[in-house]
């Protein structure tokens, strides 16, 4: 089969197509031919190995310390259709159409890849695909879905409440702005301007330019702030959450974690900085969401192959995406 190699540290150039051997399903398995997979900054974090400081060396050690040895292929997340499956498995038959994610062990950049039937956190998760979604809608879901309801719920997000969302028109952001709206909360939402428009269809109530306007200087604030960029600026954007709000952030740097715990400590504000797990439950709570109409993936314009995913490396880190990159697998793509 077909897959893109991911040979050093670096560069997209180190992502390479390659012919290696197709994966056989064990017992407890079922065998995937992936029709989509994405590409998604944490891909892009992870490629450069340029992750936050307590992350970069654990996964540095977990991967291989000179060469990804232990991660021949990256994509985390994928949509597909079930060719065989273990003799232990019950839960899925050929020919279902599945979506999920990979956990630890990557992979999804490939043609097909096995995955565990039942999978624990750290092996991913796996449900029926939603019959609403094209194959790349839906494996633009899982991880950024995930992580989105984690903060929605984290936050115990009430109708009437105000949520920022802080680099909206990303893979998170998008998910977090329809989660918010469901939940019933007046979500602002702050992004470049060529996504505002989707943003405002997805559910936002207020939408801000982050060229044109600072939203920590506008005299709003908000209970909920969920914040998917970082950078510089935090103890200003503090400032913007009301007494008892909760900040959560998703790209937490080491000067984050210090402040944040300070703040925490020392006000009635709370800053949060944890990840989602990869449940079933969570991804079969999203799938329900969907069906129902009330979330859907936001993909790019721009479509790729498999062949091209290097160059869907390098688009994603031109900041010009909207919403999710997806990959079509064993499709023309472009
Ligand atoms: N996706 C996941 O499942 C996941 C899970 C855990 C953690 N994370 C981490 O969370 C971070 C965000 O992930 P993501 O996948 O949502 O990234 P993304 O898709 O790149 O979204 C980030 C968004 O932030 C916007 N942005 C950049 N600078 C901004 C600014 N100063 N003000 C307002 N908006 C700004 C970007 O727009 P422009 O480019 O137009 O500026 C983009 O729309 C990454 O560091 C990732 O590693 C991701």
Redesign the pocket.
């Known amino acids: 089969m077909q897959a893109i190699v991911w040979t050093k540290y670096g560069s997209p150039d180190g992502l390479q197509l390659k012919e290696v051997e197709k994966p056989v399903p064990k017992e407890d398995e079922i065998l995937v031919r992936i029709r989509a997979t994405t590409v ?3 891909d892009c ?1 992870m490629r450069r190995l340029q992750l936050p400081l307590m992350l970069s060396f654990p996964m540095r050690l977990y991967a291989g310390l000179i060469r990804p040895t232990r991660i021949p292929i990256l994509g985390q997340e994928l949509a597909g259709d079930v060719t065989a499956v273990g003799q232990h498995v019950t839960s899925f038959k050929t020919g279902d159409p599945v979506f999920g994610t990979t956990g630890f062990r990557f992979g999804a950049y490939a043609e097909y890849i096995c995955l565990k039937a039942s999978p624990n956190e750290t092996q991913g998760s796996l449900a029926h695909k939603p019959a609403t979604m094209s194959y790349e809608e839906a494996a633009a879901v899982p ?2 879905g995930f ?1 989105a309801l984690h903060f929605v719920r984290q936050a115990a997000v009430q109708p009437g409440q105000k949520v920022l969302v ?2 909206a ?5 998008t998910f977090a702005v329809q989660l918010a709206h469901a939940f019933g909360a007046a979500v602002t939402a ?3 301007a060529p ?1 505002l428009a989707m943003l405002r269809s997805l559910g936002a109530d207020q939408v801000i330019d ?1 060229a044109q306007q600072d939203f920590t200087r506008n005299g709003e604030t908000y209970d909920v702030i969920i914040d ?2 970082g ?1 510089q600026g935090f103890a200003r954007r503090l400032k913007s959450l009301n007494p008892n709000g909760r900040y959560f952030l ?2 937490a740097g080491l000067s984050h974690l210090l402040r944040g715990r300070w703040t925490s400590m020392t006000s009635s504000k709370k800053v949060v900085i944890s ?1 989602s797990s990869q449940t079933q439950e969570d991804l079969l709570f999203l799938k329900d969401l969907i069906e129902a109409g009330k979330l859907k993936s936001v993909i790019d314009d721009r479509r790729f192959a498999l062949a091209q995913i290097p160059e869907a490396h390098r688009y994603a880190e031109t ?3 909207i919403g999710n990159i997806a990959i079509t697998v064993g499709g023309d793509g472009g």
């Open positions: 998604t900054a944490g974090e991880t950024a992580e802080f680099g028109g990303g893979s998170i952001g702050v992004d470049s996504k982050y998917v960029v950078k998703a790209n990840s900041g010009r995406k």
